[in-house]
């Protein structure tokens, strides 16, 4: 029996990743591909999976530890090759009949999926309808199992609305609001700051290119690296097994798979009788105003 090390592959453009949860203890029987541990960097979360089968005889991470390209994640116990079968001894029954043939069962034949190839432009094994934290999860995991994938997202990056509009950017000047409270407050510490001066054209460059564009740029090289065909524009379902891409230019790409993830998210909707007034915002307007307002209802 030899002891591998297992260690965390190319996780694209990223320093380091938190683990947010391991899938394994010491003890457990693995097979190759079987997921190991979840990682997260700024929501862009994913799994990693074992590049061997065995015993896992010891974890080296857990929760909360920060992991990169090359990070011990456990020592495996390589699976043992089968023995050969022990040779038949010289005392064998003299007049012993041979058994019986056994009936080879007849194989059930599964439908496999088809694939519309004939008028696509691509095709794929399995297509998914939005890059959000769902479909670029399911996309760069189906790819990591060998599966030809094709994303489809509407806008320019990927991330869907938490990374672009979303959670991220929120925190982001959440953060920056709450650095601006702690100074005011440390006045009660006896340290004063003058009163804060905000450029909101600088904190927007800050929060979309420092910030957001950092972590779609990040899942762009995962999908380049992992083979993940992106397709940018709207789909529509043609057929069981075609979907349409048009892009904002009018372009239609046509797309056959066998499978579909539809992971389109969701959007806020217009409150019913409400004018069409720029003072009433959803969240992505609330993230693009050009001045700060002395006054909001929320």
């Known amino acids: 029996m030899s002891l591998i090390e297992v260690l965390v592959p190319d996780i694209g453009n990223f320093d380091s990743v938190d683990v947010i949860e391991v899938h394994i203890k010491a003890g457990d029987t693995i097979a190759k591909e079987d997921s190991l ?12 999976p074992s590049s061997h089968a065995g015993t896992v ?6 929760v909360g530890d920060k992991v990169a390209k090359g990070t011990l994640m456990l020592l495996v116990e390589a699976e043992a090759v089968e023995s050969a079968p022990a040779a038949p001894t010289k005392e064998t029954p003299a007049e012993s009949a041979p058994p019986a043939p056994i ?3 007849t194989p059930v034949s599964m439908p496999a999926p088809t694939i519309a190839t004939g008028n696509s432009d691509i095709t794929c094994q399995l297509v998914v ?3 959000g934290p769902g479909g670029y999860t399911a996309a760069f995991r189906a790819a990591d199992l060998g599966l030809q994938v094709v994303l489809i997202e509407r806008y320019s990056t990927l991330g869907g ?12 000047l959440l953060h920056t609001a709450k650095v601006i409270t702690e100074a005011e407050e440390t006045a009660h510490h006896g340290v004063s700051f003058g009163q804060a001066n905000i450029d909101l054209d600088q904190l927007r460059n800050w929060k979309s290119n420092d910030v957001v564009g950092k972590l779609t740029g990040g899942l762009s090289a995962m999908a380049k690296q ?14 069981p097994n075609q979907i349409a891409v048009t892009s904002a230019e009018g372009k239609i790409t046509t797309i056959g798979f066998a499978n579909a993830i539809i992971a389109a998210g969701s959007q806020a909707t217009k409150l019913p009788g409400a004018p069409d007034d720029e003072r009433i915002m959803d969240s992505t307007g609330a993230l693009a105003l050009a001045d700060i307002p002395k006054r909001m209802l929320v």
């Open 37 to 48: 541990i979840t990682v997260e960097s700024d929501k862009a979360s994913m799994d990693i």
């Open 57 to 62: 005889k010891e974890v080296k991470i857990k």
């Open 103 to 105: 009936a080879a069962p």
């Open 129 to 131: 309808l939005g890059s």
């Open 161 to 172: 609305v938490c990374l672009n509009v979303g959670c991220i950017p929120s925190k982001a």
């Open 226 to 239: 992992r083979g993940v065909t992106v397709v940018q524009g709207i789909g529509k379902f043609t057929s």
